[in-house]
């Protein structure tokens, strides 16, 4: 097994947490299944194992670093949505060490979430769901609308077309995890003033560094204070291409 993947200090002394036996094991399995996977699918681009340790899994797991500790190990089962999940980050990480929570893999390429369907075959996870469909469809649909607790989103897109896509797919109290590289004061001051006309606050933005390479990561979390009006998120293709602003 790669050295990489089985350190337990680099975890503990950046995250504070460390992963079992078990699942160091299934880390590994789960970059051996991406990687055959890939083979078929472009699922990523990030392929050796100091990377991929470094921009998928400890950078999945920071966004949920708060959660991490032992108590919420034991908390109730949460409804997460990973939108635009791609090659099945950040969710993928998230499932196996949350194995209690429920995950549903969004993304609008549905080859993508069918090679997936191949990787969490071979791991034997049981705790996923596929929507291979936008995030403006699935938001309108019953089942799925104010239905999560965490709206998890990487890569996906500026962080006012994230709140559109997130916030009417969030319970009242629930939150959604930006994922970001840098973060202006800019993109803050104008993500601030978009948020109420969706029912959302900017709870907290965190920053820090990723352990390998020292790139500068932000999470911006978002919290659900009010109801989303029905008419967001706008048609697909709007949140993208004219952000509100
Ligand atoms: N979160 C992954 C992948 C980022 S690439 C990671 O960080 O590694 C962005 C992904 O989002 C692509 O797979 C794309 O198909 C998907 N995507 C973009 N817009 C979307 C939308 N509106 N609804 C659902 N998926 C979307």
Request: with cysteine.
């Amino acid at each position: 097994m790669n050295m990489l993947l089985t350190d337990r200090d680099r975890w503990q002394s950046t995250l504070g947490w460390q992963p079992t036996d078990v699942q160091l094991g299934q880390f590994q399995q789960l970059y051996e299944a991406i990687l055959t996977a890939n083979q078929q699918v472009n699922l990523t681009r990030i392929t050796s194992p100091e990377d991929f340790w470094e921009k998928h899994l400890w950078d999945s797991l920071q966004g949920v670093a708060p959660w991490l500790v032992e108590a919420e190990l034991g908390a109730p089962p949460r409804q997460v949505v990973d939108i635009g999940t791609g090659g099945g980050f950040p969710g993928l990480p998230v499932a196996l060490v949350f194995p209690h929570w429920a995950i549903a893999l969004m993304d609008a390429t549905r080859k993508k979430l069918v090679a997936l369907e191949t990787v969490c075959a071979t791991l034997g996870m049981a705790n996923i769901s596929y929507l291979p469909q936008r995030a403006e469809q699935v938001a309108h649909q019953p089942r799925h609308r104010e239905a999560y607790d965490l709206a998890l989103l990487r890569a996906v897109g500026s962080a006012n077309t994230c709140a559109e896509y997130a916030l009417p797919l969030l319970q009242l109290g629930g939150q959604a995890i930006l994922y970001r590289g840098q973060w202006t004061t800019a993109e803050e001051a104008s993500l601030a003033t978009i948020l109420p006309r969706l029912g959302g606050q900017l709870l907290a933005v965190r920053s820090q560094k990723t352990p390998l390479s020292q790139g500068i990561r932000h999470n911006v979390i978002l919290s659900k204070v009010e109801r989303t009006p029905d008419k967001f998120p706008r048609l697909p293709g709007m949140p993208a291409k004219t952000p509100l602003a």
